[in-house]
């Protein structure tokens, strides 16, 4: 069975790290070594794949604030709503209607016989 530690050491990667100063990160040298173009590839797939998750993480948060304001936006459509049947209930009320009647003054009153049908 191979031994993974020991392509590592041979390859150099270990020296190279080891000789890497503060002033190669500083002017961008440490991007020229050898061992970071050969992953270049996979550096190249993690930004592209860290990129779609900040896009999509921005996304998802504007539907949910989208999705908030509308669930207010609901409830308070729900109240008026509410407010609305009652008004709505209480002016179709008999005791309602009598007071109307009298308050204008109208030669109205209830029945004494119920409605029926005449057939011909």
Known sequence: ???PFKN??????????????I???ANGGYLLRDWLLRQGKW????VLCTFFYMNNRM????????IDELHEELE???????????????????IELEKL?????LNLSNPDMPPYKIHK
């Open 8 to 21: 590592i050491s041979d390859s150099g990667f270990i020296q190279g790290m080891k000789s890497l100063k």
């Open 59 to 66: 996304v998802c948060e504007k539907m949910l604030k989208r």
């Open 101 to 105: 009647i009298e308050e204008r003054g």
């Open 23 to 25: 002033q190669d990160m």
């Open 1 to 3: 069975m191979k031994n």
């Open 43 to 46: 550096v190249f797939l993690v």
């Open 76 to 94: 308070h459509a729900k109240y008026i709503s509410t407010i609305k049947e009652t008004e709505l209930l209480r002016a179709g009320r008999q």
